[in-house]
Structure formats: structure tokens, C-alpha cells
């Protein structure tokens, strides 16, 4: 039999790299889901002690950011095809269907603060269709906020599969609302229930867009 190989003879370990560990995070998020990248997991798949993945990555917080800010360079960049409002729009719902593909991200993306590269550059096409448009420069800083919160709840809402048992209680809770008690309630039942969630995603959109247009912002915008 032939001897076991020594430690100098075995292939040695690629080196620790946030990067490296950003991508094995990437990886076990699209064979596992969400609920599987954790520290102790990426370390076995990194053949590492958990410990030392702190020295990239601070908590699992700033891992998911970073997982998001992987996947957000999978979205493409914004077509030139169409108005400035519906290229916004199409790039939001671009960032909404990257977040639905992994649904556990979706909320989690609710209180990631991604940093990276792909996240500014979602932030600079942003601004840029915004300025197209001739939003002025303070709406413009402050509209994206709300539409990335709008497109990011709105992911976080539908990629909730164990959501469905609540909202079919939801609706019938609506549909045989007393209209005695719930006058108001009874009467937009209908409309309450109406639209399918594209629908109101993207209604939801052209409401914020034509809210940023037409209104302004403070005028003291002190910095925290």
C-alpha cells in the first residue's frame, strides 16, 4: 500500500479573499438558498475555520450586501429603446426580478446597505434616466431611494411563499367585510383585490416617478 501523501505533497488551499468568499456565498445561495449561507456553511465549502472569514466580512449582514451587490451585476444595462420613464421603470423592475429570483435575498435586500461596484452603477443609471427626464438634482438623489425601497418591498412581498395561506385569509377577510361596520372597506372590496402584482408594481413605479417630478424636497437637507 502506498504511504499517504505529506502535508507539503497535498495541492495547497487557494488563499482567503473577500472576494472568493463573496463568490462562494454566491454559490451556495443559488444550490441552497439564503437560509443556508451562514458563516459555519461557507467555511466548510472553503475548507476553513468559521473564524477567520471575519477578518473579509464583519457579520452575515454585510455578507448578504454583499451577495446582493454580486447579483446585481447580472441586470443589464438600461436599453435605449422607449421614454426615460419607462427605461426607469424597466430597470426597476430589472433589480425587482433579480431579487424574486432568490427569495430569502428579497428580505434580507430590505436592510442590506450593498456598497460595491454593481450597486453604484445601478445608483448612476438611476440618476441618469432621472436627469434625462429633468428631474432636478436634489429630487433626483432622494426619488431613488423611494423607488429602490418600492421595488425592493415589493420583491420581498411576493417572494414569500409561505405568504399565500395569508393573504387568501386576507381576502376573504375583505370580500365579507360587514359594510355596516367597514362601509369603505365593503364598497372597494373589489378594487382592494383588483390587479395582478405586475400591475400594481408598475403602477406603483409611475406613481413614485410622477410624485418626484412634481414635488420638492426640503429646503435645509442637513446630512446625518
Do not use: C
Not at 426615460?84 to 426597476?92: M, P, Y
Not at 448612476?124 to 438623489?141: M, S
Not at 375583505?174 to 390587479?195: M, W
Request: net charge negative; proline share 6%.
Amino acid at each position: 500500500m502506498a504511504p499517504d501523501k505529506s502535508r507539503r505533497e497535498r495541492p495547497a488551499k487557494p488563499a482567503l479573499s473577500r472576494d472568493g468568499i463573496v463568490a462562494a456565498a454566491v454559490g451556495i445561495l443559488r444550490e441552497e438558498g439564503l437560509r443556508k449561507v451562514t458563516m459555519r456553511r461557507l467555511a466548510q465549502e472553503l475548507d476553513t475555520g468559521a473564524a477567520s472569514l471575519y477578518v473579509y466580512v464583519r457579520n452575515t449582514a454585510e455578507l448578504h450586501a454583499a451577495i446582493l451587490d454580486e447579483l446585481l451585476g447580472t441586470i443589464p444595462e438600461p436599453s435605449s429603446e422607449g421614454g426615460w420613464r419607462d427605461r426607469l421603470e424597466r430597470l426597476l423592475a430589472a433589480y425587482t426580478s433579480t431579487l424574486l429570483e432568490y427569495p430569502g435575498l428579497a428580505l434580507s435586500a430590505l436592510v442590506a446597505r450593498p456598497s460595491g461596484e454593481n450597486y453604484l452603477a445601478l445608483v448612476e443609471n438611476l440618476l441618469a434616466l432621472l436627469a434625462e427626464g429633468g428631474v432636478p438634482p436634489e429630487r433626483r438623489a432622494w426619488g431613488i431611494d423611494i423607488l429602490l425601497q418600492h421595488a425592493t418591498a415589493t420583491a420581498a412581498e411576493h417572494a414569500d411563499q409561505e405568504s399565500h395561506d395569508d393573504w387568501d385569509a386576507l381576502a376573504r377577510a375583505v370580500r365579507d367585510a360587514d359594510e355596516t361596520t367597514h362601509p369603505q372597506i365593503a364598497a372597494h372590496a373589489a378594487d382592494l383585490l383588483a390587479g395582478h402584482p405586475a400591475q400594481r408594481s408598475s403602477w406603483g413605479f409611475q406613481v413614485l416617478i410622477t410624485g418626484i417630478t412634481r414635488t420638492a424636497v426640503p429646503p435645509e437637507r442637513n446630512p446625518e
